[in-house]
């Protein structure tokens, strides 16, 4: 062990010198007369006397790091995007002196001494007046940035050849993780207009990788783009790292080729810088971030986004994260305040380093989110001036390499950063003036991922997402004042299903405060299930035992309605959405159509399609279907001096 470092040791003072100098030269020929002066690059040119190879500085960079043998081997060309995305750190070569330095220093942080604490925030659940209104009112000035470039590996999400999916592509809830994001981009938008009669689009970017490139293109096909208008979409690559072992070697995927993997979500700004992400949104006139993670389809629920991005606003800070109170089984980070040599941060701390920073029970300390705020005016300067930041080496698992003529395995792994590594760079002398801060959110409303597999525990998969979500639904109706069964234990859950079922759009609210006032009264019986694909919908004194599902563009009214049928098929797995119904009530109100039913009992299975530009009246009198030239009523949004929103329905429009 000691041996080996101290080789690696040797290796990167040898290194060191040269790729400083590499960092200041971006000239591919420039850079190739850096790299001959090195005696080591040297010595194999004169011992091969190949022109091709003096000529190409990733041959160079090879020959440099003590790989002259690959230099000839692999192709070279393949190299040229890691070597221009590391162009600040001194390119390919900076790289691997960057992973050997890890090596050689384990997970070192800082020679300085620190103090580290909990930072204040602010608590969201409290935030649901003017700091909401902000959020609302930065709509048309906003984007959204997700980092979709993982594949469903710990899932075990494949296509029928045994291929793994992208982790976008996963059902939920009926639809893919990515279509989950972007209905609650939906919610936003109509959230929007609905207040202030303005139709607005946030510009989306999607971090994507090589693996996962032609997946996601055709997920955006099949629904044809979701409706969007193309130009508000902007995809860029994650890039793909070269693998290194513990012992500093270069690890082959073939006889040709270098190992690749993706470089962690830190290299988002780097990847957005270069590919004109900021230039796009500066087009776009837009001027606050909301970034999160695909795996979480808790994140967009009730005010919390809105109201994260207006105290971000209101503030006037540059950068902001979520945090909620932290599960110790979890893998994740901890948000921490650092005092060092007289100044102040707020840092994210990843669970593999928590250790190192000497801290031995963060149970106390909150959990990062990955849901960031960023003011892209003020992080771009930080970014162009710290592309890269925070760098974590991932050499976590055994890999096989590749020798003339044999395969061994050894430790090895990459190179990452990690986005929220940025905020290290927002320093204060006090912890009031920082530019960065924090948000609380109760974890429950906040975060469950869908990373893994179901193995006897529900944390961080589908199943315990679905449970968490439908927890959610639970509070959500309690509040409307429906009559419920009491909410299932986990156990009960995984035995039986959900204690109830109820899925909406985000366009129904998204917050609780505007759905309470359009659901009302109302009660489902255990395992019964509501869902609402519509945003013009009032329910009042609805009795639900069995299924009622509701869709579409146009206008519903249920008042004093009771539904009795089989429900839902009992299954093994409801995350995905893909359950069968034994008998359902659905609902189909296309374009215009309006359906009012009211004073009714209806049992089994019924479809009600209304047509567009139809009003179908349903009572104890029968079903009346009339002509519909304009709609009969709508819904009115009235943002409060409070920033609160109330609703009600204005009638007598035809």
Known sequence: ????????????????????????????????????????????????????????????????????????????????????????????????????????????????????????????????????EEGLRAVPH????????????????????????PAAMLPFCGVSLLEGLIRDVEGREALYYKVFGQKVWIPLAFMISDENEKAVLALL???????????????????????????GEWVLSDASNLALQPGGHGAIWQAALSSGVFDWLRQHQRHHLLIRQINNPLAGLDHALLSFVGLGKRENK????????????????????IEEMGKYRISNIEYTHVKAYGIEDATHLPANTNILY???????????????????????????????????????????????GVSNYFKAQTWEQLPTFLAYQKRSRTMSTTKRKFVGSLLETPEGAFYDLMRNAHELLTLCDFTLPAFCSQQAYLQEGPSLIFCYHPCLGPLYSVIKQKLKHGKLSYGSELQIESTDVFMEHVDIEGSLCVQGAGKGVFKNVTIRNKGVEPCQRYWDGQYQRQESVIVILNGTGEFHI?????????????????????????????????????????????????????????
């Not at 599960?327 to 305040?337: C, N």
């Not at 050499?395 to 096989?400: F, N």
Request: include cysteine.
């Open 1 to 132: 062990m000691k041996d080996r470092i101290a080789k690696l040791q040797q290796r990167l003072q040898e290194l060191e010198p040269l790729v400083q100098e590499l960092k200041q030269e971006i000239d591919p020929v420039k850079r190739c007369t850096l790299l001959k002066k090195n005696p080591a690059v040297q010595q194999i040119l004169a011992q091969q006397n190949e022109p091709a190879l003096s000529n190409n500085h990733i041959a160079l960079m090879l020959c440099a790091s003590g790989a002259a043998h690959l230099a000839s081997m692999v192709d070279l060309g393949k190299l040229h995007h890691v070597d221009q995305f590391y162009a600040p750190i001194g390119g390919l070569l900076g790289y691997y002196c960057c992973l050997l330095k890890c090596l050689v220093e384990g997970q070192k942080h800082s020679s300085n001494p620190l103090a580290l604490s909990r930072a204040s925030g602010f608590d969201l659940s409290s935030s649901a007046g003017l700091a909401l």
């Open 142 to 165: 906003m984007a959204e940035m997700y980092p979709i470039g993982g594949l469903a590996t710990r899932l075990e999400y494949c296509d029928e050849n045994g291929r793994c999916l």
């Open 221 to 247: 096909d099949q629904h044809n783009w979701f409706n969007r208008p193309r130009d508000s979409f902007f995809l860029f690559r994650q890039p793909s790292v070269p693998v290194i072992t513990e012992e």
């Open 318 to 337: 540059a950068f902001g994260f979520i945090c909620c109170e932290r599960e110790p089984e979890a893998a994740e980070g901890v948000v921490v305040l």
């Open 374 to 420: 960023v003011n892209l005016d003020q992080l771009e300067t930080a970014i162009k001036e710290h592309p890269l930041p925070e760098f974590v080496l991932n050499m976590k698992s055994e890999i096989e390499v590749i020798e003339l003529s044999s395969v061994r395995k050894v430790m090895g792994g990459r190179l990452e950063s990690m986005m929220q």
């Open 598 to 654: 009211e004073g009714v009992e209806l049992k089994g299975s019924h479809v009600f399609d209304v047509p567009d530009a139809q009003r179908w009246v349903l009572n104890s009198h029968g079903l009346v279907k009339k002509p519909l030239e304009r709609p009969t009523w709508q819904w009115h949004y009235v943002l409060t001096p409070e920033g609160f929103i109330t609703c009600h329905i204005e009638t007598g429009m035809s």
